[in-house]
Nanobody, 124 residues
Framework: QVQLVESGGRLVQAGGSLRLSCAAS????????MGWFRQVPGKEREFVAA????????NYADSVKGRFTISRDGAKNTVYLQMNSLKPEDTAVYYC?????????????????WGQGTQVTVSS
């Protein structure tokens, strides 16, 4: 059973920074992509960023481009999301996810494994 465990979410002031981490409990030999999504109550889970595990190629939502950076550590089976210049509208539960098929993936259905989420709250 694969488990993804996110950490790093907390309350932060607007303009501040946070780094989220997501560790896989077991080695996933067939990881193609790891991604970050976020969700606020009453809204769809939305794509934030994705990274191709082998090459490090990345993809970002327009709303976070230039402010967020996704990276990975293969030895630790961990993906990170560095979030800078945070805005109140970044407030959400952030989820990491694993995709095991070709493609970076930008929709919820593209990913087969999910973490439990970590709350990020940005105060104005």
């Amino acid at each position: 059973q694969v488990q993804l465990v996110e950490s790093g979410g907390r309350l932060v002031q607007a303009g501040g920074s946070l780094r989220l981490s997501c560790a896989a409990s077991t080695r996933l030999y067939n990881i193609y992509t790891m991604g970050w999504f976020r969700q606020v109550p009453g809204k769809e889970r939305e794509f934030v960023a994705a990274i191709k595990w082998s090459s490090g190629n990345t993809n970002y939502a327009d709303s976070v481009k230039g402010r967020f950076t996704i990276s990975r550590d293969g030895a630790k089976n961990t993906v990170y999301l560095q979030m800078n210049s945070l805005k109140p509208e970044d407030t959400a539960v952030y989820y990491c996810a694993v995709r095991t098929e070709y493609g970076l993936g930008t929709t919820r259905s593209d990913y087969g494994y999910w973490g439990q989420g970590t709350q990020v709250t940005v105060s104005s």
